[in-house]
Structure formats: structure tokens, C-alpha cells
């Protein structure tokens, strides 16, 4: 590679986006490397960072905020960090350049149609932000225009003026955005233009992305770090495959044809629905998607305890979170490929499943983000000998709150509704012996007695009483 490719940006120092923009390219993929090495240490051996043949302009989602000065003109920029002051941005090093030349044209569009920019201290004006998806395989552009109304002057003409200026745009949505909120997107999207939705190609599948669903920013990369994580899993065509914080699919999706049932959770709903039909778009059968919390999900995989062979893990920067890595250690998948946008969480949940059983014997960064801080990391878990009885202590279904694939209200509406009403505080463990004494499904392993001799304390009867009210009220008796 290249080693003297260097990034010299007129606003670097105002935007803050290229936390890492002073660096050679060399000098940041090796600072990257250390600083996964020396977390990673512990468990396993880094191989060394896949990095890019030219990193500039990889990004393929841009957003814009939108502003104005006192005489009227419209820019865009970035937020300077921790504040909301946008710093003006006309051209980016790792943007995509013609998003950067569409949003120039929104600009100036706006100012002759006299659309005004959004103003969040004064609540006025019209156009928030704008976001601009660029497929890179196909060529497919969206535009979206965030508004804090759900209209836009002039729509047609805006429209027309806006495709004359690009006709590589294929779709355009206003996105509804009324709330005080930092998020760009608001809930709602109305759409002025072409299909709503774009489609690109990632290892040879064809892939739908809306407006609100979580979509890889580096494709080339991405196309890197799925074959890694793939490699890792070593499918051999018969098992049963977890992707877990699946967003559209994707990753999951290219290793389909590797494995006999692929099993998608993802949390946003946008999402899911785009998975789903990027299923059917691939002519994919043995794949089936839900909308949940993954580790909700997994808790009750590991309930129904349902077969599950690889899993792989793609969670967002917080990392994944206890009931999930609990479920995983009780399921057991022989291999876990984890891939992680933040080194850090890695490190700790690493933590977690090595001192649970699992070794970690290999680990790859990739570079997904040149220029700025963050790294991408795949790494290959494989479940090792264990002492199955500790497994049994530690990871027994008992102390799980299942409560929320029951029928009838939750534990903690159970508890709020006795704590309002008398003001006495229960445990899951009370509630489960009432439900049981009532004849209420509890779940096969919620709060059963460890063995016949155990002793458990048992419900004071005032207790006994405001639960079953709560019950009553609740409808479940
Ligand atoms: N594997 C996908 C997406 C990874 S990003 C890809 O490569 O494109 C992480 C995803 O996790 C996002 O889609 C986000 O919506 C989802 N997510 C965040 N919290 C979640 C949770 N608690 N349960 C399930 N999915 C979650």
C-alpha cells in the first residue's frame, strides 16, 4: 500500500469528523492496530488490519445539516463536535462526491424556491437536514430531505429542478421530523419520487435499503469484512446460522447458501421489513427474520432450547448486553463470530464469553472508517471444553426474567401494579410461586426449586394477597 497518502482537509480542524485526518494513511491503520492488539491481547493473536487502496470518498451515506446566514443564502455542514454550531462543509474527503455536489444543488434550490432551513434554538424555518444514499454497485441515488413539516413549498417543481440538476438520483423522500430531538430521522417518510427505496449489490446478492434501516457506509470494505466473518464461520452447509443485529440481512443473507436455515433478529422494524424482502429478492428460502430485542430473543432460543450451530454478531457500538451473552453460553453455538464497530465493548464481552468457555482464536480488524477514529474487528470464538456443571450454575434458565413471553402482564407490571396498590414490594420469585399455586404457565425453568431439598422462601400471605389481586386486575385469573 501507498504509505504516504495523506488527507488534507480545509475545515479538519473546525468539523472534527477525521479524528485521525492528520495522519498518514500508514500511520493510521498502524495506530488502529495497536490499539486493537493491546485490547485483544488477552485473548487472542491480531492478524493484520485489512486496509483500503484508496480511502478516500468511501462513504455512501452523507448528511448534511442545513442552515443560513443573514442574507438569505443557504449552506450545509456538520455539527462541530458536542455543540449544535454547524461548521460549513462544501466538499469532504471521505464523502461521496456526488452527494456532496446534491446537497450543493439543494442549497441553492432552496434559496431560490425560499424554502427556509430549519433554526433549532428559534424553532423556525422549513428543511432540517439532508441525506443522500449512493449504492455502489448499482449507481442508485436517494435523496432524503428532513423536514420539520410534512410538507414542502412548491414540491413538483423542486422535485423536477432537483432530478434536472442530477438525473442519477433515482428516489426522493421528505422525511418528517417535528420533535426537539438530535436524531436526523423522524418516524415518518413521505415519498416524492421513484420507488422510496434504493437497491445495492453486496457479494453478488441484490439488497433493498429504506430510508430508516442501518445500511453498511464502506461497501468495499463491508464486501472485506463479510467474506472475513464467513471464513471464520466455516459453514459447511448444514447448520442452522444466528445473525444477530442483522439490520437488512446482509452479512447473514451472503453466507445463506453455506448453511441449511438462517435465522435474522434485528430491532428496528424498517429494517426487518427490508431483510425480509431481501430474502425473496435473493430467492432465498431457508432464512427467517424477527423483529426483537436480540437478547430477549436469544433468552427464549435458549428456553425453547433451540438448536443453534454458528452464530454470528454484528451488535452496535454499545456492544451486545448480559441476557444475550448468558444465552449464548447456555445455547452454545460451536462457533461465534463476532464483529464489532467498537474495540472496546469487544474487549469486555470477550471477557464474558472466554471466561465462560469460549476461546478466541482469531481476530481481524478492518479498516471501515479511514480518517476517523473507529475500527471494525471480526473475531472467530469457538466453544471449548467446559465444565458443563459450572455452565449449569451459572447460566440455568432460572434466575432469567422470562416474564415477557407470557401471557397476561409482565413481572414488573405485576410489581408496580402490588407496589402502587399496597405499597408492599414482591419478587419474581414470589410472583412465580402465586402464578404456579393459580395455575399459570410460568415457563419450564422460571424460578423451579434447584433440587427437591432447596429451600425458598416462601410468599408471606399479605404478599400472596395483593399478587393475586394484581392477577385479577390483569386478567389472568
Ligand atoms: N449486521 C448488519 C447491521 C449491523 S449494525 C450489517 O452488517 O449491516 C447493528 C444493528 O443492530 C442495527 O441494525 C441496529 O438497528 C441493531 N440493533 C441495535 N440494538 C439492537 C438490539 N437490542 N437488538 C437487536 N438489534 C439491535
Redesign the pocket.
Known amino acids: 500500500m501507498e504509505k504516504e497518502i495523506r488527507f488534507q482537509c480545509p475545515v479538519a480542524s473546525r468539523c472534527g469528523g477525521c479524528q485521525l485526518g492528520r495522519m498518514s494513511y500508514r500511520e493510521q491503520l498502524d495506530a488502529k492496530q495497536a490499539w486493537v492488539n493491546e485490547l485483544l491481547r488477552p485473548y487472542c493473536r491480531v492478524e493484520p488490519m485489512i486496509g483500503m487502496e484508496d480511502p478516500f470518498h468511501y462513504r455512501n451515506k452523507t448528511h448534511a445539516v442545513l442552515a443560513g446566514d443573514r442574507r438569505g443564502n443557504v449552506f450545509s455542514g456538520v455539527y462541530r463536535r458536542g455543540t449544535h454550531e454547524v461548521v460549513p462543509v462544501e466538499h469532504c474527503l471521505i464523502e461521496n462526491e456526488l452527494a456532496d455536489r446534491i446537497i450543493g444543488t439543494v442549497c441553492r434550490l432552496m434559496r431560490s424556491f425560499k424554502i427556509r432551513p430549519y433554526r433549532e434554538d428559534a424553532r423556525q424555518g422549513l428543511l432540517r437536514h439532508v441525506l443522500v444514499r449512493t449504492a455502489h454497485v448499482t449507481g442508485q441515488v436517494m435523496v432524503v430531505l428532513v423536514s420539520a413539516k410534512p410538507l414542502l413549498p412548491c414540491k413538483n417543481d423542486f422535485v423536477k429542478a432537483l432530478l434536472a440538476a442530477h438525473p442519477e438520483i433515482t428516489t426522493i423522500v421528505l422525511n418528517v421530523n417535528d420533535r426537539a430531538t438530535s436524531m436526523v430521522l423522524g418516524k415518518r417518510d413521505i415519498v416524492l419520487y421513484g420507488p422510496g427505496t434504493i437497491e445495492d449489490e453486496l457479494c453478488g446478492r441484490t439488497f433493498r435499503i429504506s430510508p430508516q434501516?442501518?445500511?453498511?457506509v464502506n461497501a468495499i470494505q463491508?464486501e472485506k469484512l463479510?467474506r472475513k466473518a464467513i471464513e471464520y464461520a466455516g459453514l459447511t452447509g448444514k447448520e442452522t446460522l444466528l445473525?444477530?443485529?442483522?439490520?437488512?440481512g446482509?452479512?447473514g443473507l451472503c453466507a445463506a447458501d453455506r448453511c441449511a436455515k438462517l435465522i435474522g433478529?434485528?430491532?428496528?422494524p424498517a429494517?426487518v421489513c427490508d431483510a425480509v424482502h431481501n430474502a425473496q429478492r435473493n430467492g432465498i428460502e431457508h432464512a427467517r427474520f424477527f423483529c426483537?430485542?436480540?437478547?430477549r430473543?436469544m433468552l427464549r432460543m435458549a428456553a425453547e432450547k433451540r438448536p443453534l450451530d454458528v452464530l454470528l454478531m454484528?451488535?452496535?457500538r454499545?456492544g451486545s448486553?448480559e441476557n444475550f451473552l448468558r444465552a449464548v453460553c447456555t445455547l452454545r453455538p460451536a462457533r461465534v463470530v463476532y464483529?464489532s464497530?467498537n474495540p472496546a465493548t469487544l474487549a469486555r464481552d470477550l471477557k464474558t464469553l472466554t471466561a465462560h468457555g469460549y476461546r478466541a482464536l482469531r481476530a481481524t480488524p478492518v479498516d471501515m472508517f479511514p480518517c476517523t477514529e473507529h475500527v471494525e474487528t471480526v473475531v472467530l470464538l469457538s466453544k471449548g471444553e467446559v465444565d458443563s456443571k459450572k455452565i449449569r450454575v451459572e447460566f440455568s434458565l432460572e434466575d432469567m426474567d422470562m416474564s415477557e413471553f407470557q401471557d397476561g402482564a409482565t413481572y414488573p407490571q405485576i410489581k408496580e401494579y402490588v407496589l402502587e396498590h399496597t405499597g408492599l414490594k414482591v419478587s419474581n420469585l414470589y410472583i412465580s410461586q402465586i402464578k404456579r399455586k393459580c395455575g399459570i404457565e410460568v415457563g419450564k425453568n422460571y424460578n423451579l426449586p434447584k433440587s427437591e431439598d432447596s429451600r425458598q422462601p416462601q410468599c408471606p400471605q399479605e404478599k400472596e394477597k395483593a399478587i393475586r389481586e394484581a392477577f385479577k386486575y390483569f386478567g389472568m385469573i
Do not use: H, K, M, R
Not at 434501516?213 to 453498511?216: E, G
Not at 445473525?243 to 437488512?248: L, V
Open positions: 434501516s442501518f445500511y453498511q463491508t463479510y445473525d444477530a443485529y442483522c439490520g437488512t446482509t452479512i433478529v434485528e430491532l428496528n429494517a426483537d430485542d436480540a437478547g430473543f454484528d451488535p452496535p454499545a448486553d464483529i464497530c
